[in-house]
């Protein structure tokens, strides 16, 4: 899946638009490496995404391509959130 789908289906980030240009200024890694929003997600990755002044890890659980809003939580767990220095 992209990643800009998945960010958009797990509620990560509400509008797949905005997910692309946050994955474009180079704010988001998949498992250390930068990456686009064409890039290819799976199970396992880990993802670090820095929103404002935070970092937040998330390990990605499961893969699905429409989620009803009480089952977003099984999409991705939150490893850690640590302030930017």
């Known amino acids: 899946m992209r990643l800009d789908k998945f960010l958009k289906v797990s509620r990560l980030i509400k509008r797949r638009t905005l997910a692309k ?5 180079g704010r988001i ?8 929003a064409s890039s290819v997600v799976e199970v396992g990755d880990e993802l670090t995404i820095q929103f404002g ?3 937040v890890t ?19 767990k939150v ?6 220095k």
């Open 53 to 55: 002044q935070k970092n």
């Open 29 to 36: 890694t998949i498992n250390g490496n930068k990456a686009k």
């Open 79 to 84: 490893i850690k959130e640590e302030p930017i």
């Open 58 to 76: 998330i390990q990605i659980n499961m893969l699905k391509e429409a989620v009803k809003k009480d089952e977003v939580d099984m999409l991705y």
């Open 21 to 25: 240009q946050v994955a474009d200024q």
